[in-house]
Each structure stands twice: as structure tokens, then as C-alpha cells.
């Protein structure tokens, strides 16, 4: 039992802010005025409009939305938050974690609406 408490008191303390406090991934909302039409999360299938699904933080997304009617694109843009560094460097020795890892970064959007 202490050896558990041990090690958790470890790997808490080991990890950086944004590693504890948030996920990897963001929720995101895909709508279209073409209920039903295809969802593609960087050229691969992720389901039908209306969804949520749920992208990693790491990297930028590019999600298409097809339907008879034609295709169009939204852009997600993956960034660093400088809210998440300076809480990092001020309150956790660790923020090579996070720094590691990407914890610190977020898409600059939250969902995504075509008109078809």
C-alpha cells in the first residue's frame, strides 16, 4: 500500500500541469446542412454529419464534409497556450512534460459548419 502511495505521489508530481489538467484530445462538433453527408479527419473516414468527435491537440486537422451536393473543408490550427506554459514554469518543476508530450497545445476551434 505505501509503495503504491509512493509511486502515485511520483507520477503526480513528475507530470506537468496540462498532462493532470487536460486531455489530448478536444471534443469538436461537425454540422451540416446535409444531414448524413461523409466526415473525413485528414483524408481518413470518422463518420456522417451531425457528430462529435474527438482530435488530438498535437497536430493541425483538416476535416471535409462530402455529400452529393459537393465538398467542403474546415481547418484546425493546433497552437501552444501561452496559459498553459506560464502555469507550467510558475507552479510545476516538471513542464518538460508537457512540453514533451503536447500537452500544451489546443485547436483554435471548436466545430465546424458547412452549408452544402
Known amino acids: 500500500m505505501r509503495f503504491a502511495l509512493v509511486t502515485a505521489a511520483l507520477l503526480v508530481a513528475s507530470s506537468g500541469c496540462?498532462?493532470?489538467?487536460k486531455g489530448q484530445q478536444q471534443p469538436v462538433t461537425i454540422t451540416s446542412t446535409t444531414?448524413?453527408?461523409?466526415i473525413l479527419v485528414d483524408g481518413f473516414p470518422a463518420g456522417k454529419t451531425p457528430a462529435r468527435i474527438g482530435l488530438s491537440t498535437?497536430?493541425?486537422h483538416t476535416i471535409t464534409i462530402k455529400s452529393d451536393k459537393g465538398e467542403q473543408a474546415c481547418h484546425f490550427d493546433s497552437s501552444v497556450s501561452v496559459g498553459?506554459?506560464?502555469l507550467d514554469i510558475v507552479l510545476s518543476p516538471a513542464w518538460i512534460v508537457d512540453l514533451v508530450t503536447g500537452a500544451?497545445?489546443?485547436?483554435d476551434r471548436q466545430d465546424c459548419m458547412v452549408s452544402m
Open 58 to 60: 498535437k497536430q493541425s
Open 35 to 38: 444531414p448524413g453527408a461523409d
Open 104 to 107: 500544451w497545445k489546443n485547436l
Open 18 to 21: 496540462a498532462t493532470l489538467l
Open 84 to 86: 498553459w506554459v506560464v
